[in-house]
């Protein structure tokens, strides 16, 4: 797995193993398209690699370019309870003059799929990992586990920064330790490893 930050966002990819295809796991700030693909040069790939995509929720720093994905053939996975969300992000995106430019979401070319498919539908595309509801930062969240104890976590909040009655962030750090996951990849912070940081 390889990702870049740009604007305090982490950007992830991951390679299926059967193709030359690139799992995209978040798309970045509205118009910055140019930007994103740039980013992707540094880290050994280009844009056109890009086969699929998802997102671990519809907030602006994690699928502001999805519509670009989209206009570009990237097939874009959305879970439950994502396709609700896609209209708040996009009436905060066009209440800011600097997003003037920003491509729409065609809800039509989402392909709908289940959390508990994931794994059978990643697997089929030759990513080996599952997708879990995290719901503890937005209803709309999901953490991506890889087959190397690995977790993208997007913006669910740190374990030692979690209220004690914050149970919904509780239970979605137990399961994701429950998976023996090692490494927890942030989108705006650095890795760090469970039982060293958490």
Not at 3 to 19: A, G, L, M, P
Not at 33 to 40: A, L, V
Not at 130 to 153: F, N, P
Not at 182 to 197: C, D, R, V
Request: net charge negative; hydrophobic share 35%; proline share 2%.
């Amino acid at each position: 797995m390889k990702y870049f930050r740009y604007h305090n966002t982490n950007c992830f990819f991951v390679e299926s193993k059967t193709q030359n295809k690139l799992l995209a796991i978040d798309a970045g700030w509205p118009c910055t398209f140019y930007e994103y693909q740039r980013c992707m040069k540094q880290v050994g790939y280009e844009f056109k690699q890009i086969s699929w995509a998802i997102v671990t929720h519809f907030h602006m720093d994690h699928a502001g370019l999805i519509g670009e994905f989209i206009k570009n053939n990237v097939t874009c996975f959305i879970f439950e309870n994502q396709i609700e969300c896609i209209d708040v992000m996009e009436r905060i995106i066009m209440k800011n003059k600097e997003y003037r430019d920003y491509e729409k979401i065609d809800k039509t070319k989402l392909i709908s799929i289940k959390v508990n498919d994931s794994l059978k539908m990643l697997n089929s595309i030759g990513i080996t990992g599952e997708v879990l509801a995290t719901k503890g930062h937005s209803l709309d969240s999901i953490t991506y586990i890889t087959d190397k104890a690995e977790a993208i976590i997007g913006d669910l909040s740190p374990i030692d920064q979690i209220m004690e009655n914050d149970q919904e962030s509780i239970n979605n750090w137990e399961l994701i330790k429950n998976k023996n996951i090692k490494k927890i990849f942030p989108s705006h912070a650095e890795l760090f490893e469970i039982g060293k940081n958490g």
